[in-house]
């Protein structure tokens, strides 16, 4: 039986970065009951200041 493809997660402020490991990442915030991950401490930090424009 064919295994199940993931999808993909890519860090919300930096669409372009893949991030390749999801379970290792630090810099995580739950938005809207969904939990997104970010590249650096940074792009969390610019989100939370206007999640709006990135969403």
Do not use: G
Not at 1 to 21: T, V, Y
Not at 25 to 42: A, M, Q, V
């Amino acid at each position: 039986m064919p295994e199940a493809k993931k999808s993909k997660i890519f860090c919300p402020c930096c669409p372009k970065w893949e991030i390749k490991r999801p379970e290792q990442c630090s810099n995580t915030l739950l938005h809207k009951r969904k939990k997104l991950y970010f590249c650096t401490k940074r792009c969390k930090e610019r989100f939370e200041k206007d999640p709006e424009k990135f969403v």
